[in-house]
């Protein structure tokens, strides 16, 4: 069993829900980036996605492509992504770790090297938008070899019959995009998104993860009720701009109310 899917076990058995949350690599400093995983994991997220920076993030929104742009204006690589995840790890850092990138930069350091440094790091999965399950063979067996979960997205446009295919492919968790479109905010949950997590949630057998839009705790508390996990991204990269001269103290205390609203749900559906 993987550390992703140990976590999600040990949660299930609690009766609770994953809390993952995404930050950009290297943003908004290089310095910034242990200090806010150290953070991270003691304000409650159970996985968290570190972003690669990328020049051409499809499917980012303006948040985090702004975020993305400054990390690679701060001069950030994979290489020395790799290098400050290995010294997470070896400072004590437990939470699984997942990195979200494109087939370009992984295509480029080549599929088997990439894999194989970020299991040697201490990173437990990788997400690549824009792979699909036809073309993702050589990542599926690179990342089998290296112990390394490989978690593709499903979205609301997916068909009922790719969704089986997508769910029985990915490892770890499925992602469950909960909008169309890009990543960012969103006021309310679309009225066609719970039909399309009841049915997800139906035909996975790996945990369910649901992001795209997530940027209050009563969103994520009512978005819990579908899937098995909830995934912040644009707001918490928000969060962490705005409170960057504070030690991220909004950024800790929006994650904490964000875990809080999980817990409280989790306790009156019992």
Not at 97 to 108: D, E, G, H, L, R
Not at 251 to 259: D, E, G, I, K, P
């Amino acid at each position: 069993m993987t550390k992703i899917a140990r976590t999600f076990s040990i949660l299930k058995k609690q009766k609770r829900k994953a809390l993952i949350g995404y930050m950009t690599a290297g943003f908004p400093t290089k310095s910034s980036l242990k200090t806010l995983v150290r953070k991270l994991e003691a304000s409650g997220l159970d996985i968290l996605e570190i972003g690669v920076p990328f020049s051409d993030p499809i499917a980012d929104g303006p948040t985090i492509q702004h975020s993305s742009q400054i990390a690679l204006k701060n001069g950030v690589t994979l290489e020395w992504i790799f290098k400050s995840v290995n010294e997470l790890r070896q400072e004590r850092v437990q939470l699984p770790i997942v990195f979200m990138s494109y087939c370009n930069p992984i295509y480029a350091m080549g599929i088997d090297a990439f894999f194989r440094k970020a299991a040697s790091s201490g990173v437990d999965g990788v997400i690549i938008p824009d792979l699909i399950p036809e073309e993702g063979a050589p990542y599926a067996l690179a990342a089998k070899r290296h112990g390394i979960d490989l978690i593709y997205l499903v979205a609301p446009t997916t068909p009922k019959a790719r969704i089986r295919i997508v769910a029985g492919k990915t490892t770890g968790f499925l992602y469950a995009v909960s909008l169309t479109g890009v990543t960012g905010v969103q006021k309310a949950l679309p009225a066609e998104a719970a039909g399309f997590l009841n049915y997800t949630t139906s035909v996975s057998r790996a945990p369910v993860a649901v992001g795209f839009g997530i940027t209050t705790p009563d969103q994520a508390r009512h978005i819990a009720r579908y899937a098995d996990g909830v995934i912040v991204g644009s707001e918490l990269i928000r969060q962490i701009e705005k409170s960057k001269s504070l030690s991220f103290t909004a950024a800790c205390a929006f994650v904490n109310s964000l875990r809080s609203a999980l817990d409280k749900e989790t306790a009156h559906a019992s």
